[in-house]
């Protein structure tokens, strides 16, 4: 069986760094969104059709051989919580891996936004994400998201079983990830570390 572990919150917030924290400490495996984003723009080019299907399709793929190869997988991404169309995508990925005898985690992170502008702009944020080492974009597509879909859930709003929402402002990524794993009582993998962060 595989467990997911999805890292949710609005562009900037830190999905990433926690992902990496939470990889390390439990020896999952991981996928960011922008690795599959930054794949597909390379070879089909910026939010082109083909680009979109292919960025959906390795997505797809992957979720798939996580389950099938029973590989825990923790997955970061950027979640409307006005638009059914994400949650419908959140609640096929839980039941994907709960009907095979995994479990699903989410794990909701909120920060303030001028927080979130200044991490935006952090060297490794950019080196790690090639489509936002263009800051003016990069700022104007961060401000746009948050003026036109709620990014995160409103008081009391629960959308899964294990649904965990942390205010990581004034946190550091070990420290959220310590919470993660307390939370829901996570064990860490007994792998090499070539099994789950192999180039990194």
Known sequence: MANLIVVCGP???????????LRDKLKYN???????????????????PAQKEFNASFREKAFELA??????LVFT???AFDCQEDKDY????????????GAFYFVELSAKLETR???NETPYRMERKASKKNLEWSRAD?????????????????WFANHLKIDNTDLT?????????????LTANDKEEKEYRFGV
């Open 142 to 158: 961060l401000l746009e998201t948050a003026e036109k879909y709620r990014l995160n859930s409103e008081e009391g709003e629960v």
């Open 90 to 101: 959140l609640t096929n990925l839980h039941d994907l891996f709960t009907k095979n005898s």
């Open 117 to 119: 502008i200044a991490r």
């Open 173 to 185: 990524p070990g420290q959220v990830a310590d919470r993660v794993i307390e939370a829901f009582g």
């Open 30 to 48: 991981m996928m960011m969104n922008h690795d599959s984003i930054e794949i597909s723009d390379r070879i089909f080019g910026f939010a082109t």
């Open 11 to 21: 562009q900037a917030v830190g999905k990433m760094v926690v992902a990496e924290s």
């Open 67 to 72: 389950v099938k190869y029973d590989v825990d």
């Open 77 to 79: 991404y950027v979640c």
